[in-house]
Nanobody
Framework: QVQLVESGGGLVQAGGSLRLSCAAS????????MGWFRQAPGKEREFVAS????????LYADSVKGRFTISRDNAKNTAYLQMNSLKPEDTAVYYC????????????WGRGTQVTVSS
């Protein structure tokens, strides 16, 4: 059974940093892409970043380029999202997700971790 467990959320002042972790278990993820999404109150869930598990190729939403960095540690089966220069508009619940590279849809999701950025 696939499990994705996020951690590392919290309250931070604008301009600060947080690092989110996503611990993955239940299968081999070498042919998967790991993604981070977020959902703010009253808004739809949006893509933040993703990374290829096998070659580390990253993708970012324009809103976070240059501030967020996605990475993974294959030995630990863990993906990370380093978030710097945080803004109040980054406040949201952040979700980790996984999809097979042959699939368009992310079909495994974590429960999310709250990130709150105060002004």
């Amino acid at each position: 059974q696939v499990q994705l467990v996020e951690s590392g959320g919290g309250l931070v002042q604008a301009g600060g940093s947080l690092r989110l972790s996503c611990a993955a278990s239940g299968r081999t993820f070498s042919n998967y892409r790991m993604g981070w999404f977020r959902q703010a109150p009253g808004k739809e869930r949006e893509f933040v970043a993703s990374i290829s598990w096998i070659d580390g190729n990253p993708l970012y939403a324009d809103s976070v380029k240059g501030r967020f960095t996605i990475s993974r540690d294959n030995a630990k089966n863990t993906a990370y999202l380093q978030m710097n220069s945080l803004k109040p508009e980054d406040t949201a619940v952040y979700y980790c997700a996984a999809r097979a590279v042959t699939s368009r849809d992310y079909n495994f999701w974590g429960r999310g971790t709250q990130v709150t950025v105060s002004s």
